[in-house]
């Protein structure tokens, strides 16, 4: 009885070793893929376009200057390498969704995505966006995590946070301080 009862219980382990396997491959994004998040920030006023790259693990976080009272259009790039992935985050559009958190300054964020980046569910994933500061603070931060697999998203402002996901896991994070 006992070597039948040793192995149920090495197929069991087998089993679940294999199914926990099965998950990670259908996040084909991973933080590790994900090395760089770049911030292309357009000053609506001038049209002059500044590139702020955040690198994953990196020990300072990119310093962006804003002015209180001024717009900017920012645009989301994500990389693995010198490989730009948008397209693959966008393919699978219904799995992702990107959440603004503002720390320190009043920022109000509004998505831009075009009607092609639409998420099924009518949202948008926020790689494109439209900022208008109200007011900095010289400790002034950005977070920026993409979410992926969440069970609802909304693009509604919570507190500080703009976009609400329910459930999902992060594909990437990134930290940006903001400068006035």
Same mark, same amino acid.
């Given at each position: 009885? /006992?070597?039948?009862t040793s192995?149920?219980?090495?197929?069991?382990? $087998?089993?679940?070793?294999?199914?926990?396997?099965?998950?990670?491959?259908?996040? *084909?994004?991973?933080?590790?893929?994900?090395?760089? $998040?770049?911030?292309? $920030?357009?000053?609506?006023?001038?049209?002059?376009?500044?590139?702020? &790259?955040?690198? +994953?693990?990196?020990?300072?976080?990119p /310093? !962006?200057? @804003?002015?209180?009272?001024?717009?900017?259009?920012?645009?989301? *790039?994500?990389?693995?390498?010198?490989?730009? $992935?948008?397209?693959e985050? @966008?393919?699978?559009?219904?799995?992702?969704?990107?959440?603004?958190? *503002?720390?320190?300054?009043?920022?109000?964020?509004?998505? @831009?995505?075009?009607?092609?980046?639409?998420?099924?569910?009518?949202?948008?994933?926020? !790689?494109?966006?439209?900022?208008?500061?109200?007011?900095?603070s010289?400790?002034?931060?950005?977070?920026?995590t993409?979410?992926?697999?969440?069970?609802?998203?909304?693009?509604?402002? &919570?507190?500080s946070?703009?976009? *609400?996901?329910?459930?999902?896991?992060?594909?990437?994070? +990134?930290?940006?301080?903001?400068?006035?």
């Open positions: 009885m /006992k070597p039948i192995l149920y219980i090495l197929f069991s382990l $087998i089993f679940l070793g294999s199914c926990h396997r099965a998950d990670e491959e259908q996040d *084909v994004l991973s933080q590790e893929e994900i090395s760089n $998040i770049i911030l292309l $920030i357009k000053d609506d006023a001038t049209g002059l376009v500044q590139a702020y &790259n955040y690198t +994953a693990n990196a020990i300072e976080n /310093k !962006i200057p @804003l002015t209180k009272g001024k717009t900017y259009t920012v645009d989301v *790039v994500f990389k693995n390498g010198n490989e730009n $992935i948008n397209s985050i @966008l393919d699978a559009k219904d799995e992702h969704f990107i959440l603004f958190q *503002v720390v320190g300054a009043q920022v109000d964020i509004q998505r @831009l995505d075009g009607a092609g980046d639409l998420r099924s569910d009518g949202n948008r994933v926020g !790689i494109k966006t439209h900022w208008k500061v109200n007011d900095l010289s400790n002034g931060k950005i977070l920026l993409l979410n992926h697999a969440a069970v609802s998203v909304s693009e509604a402002q &919570n507190n946070t703009f976009g *609400v996901t329910e459930g999902g896991e992060v594909d990437a994070e +990134a930290v940006f301080d903001l400068l006035n």
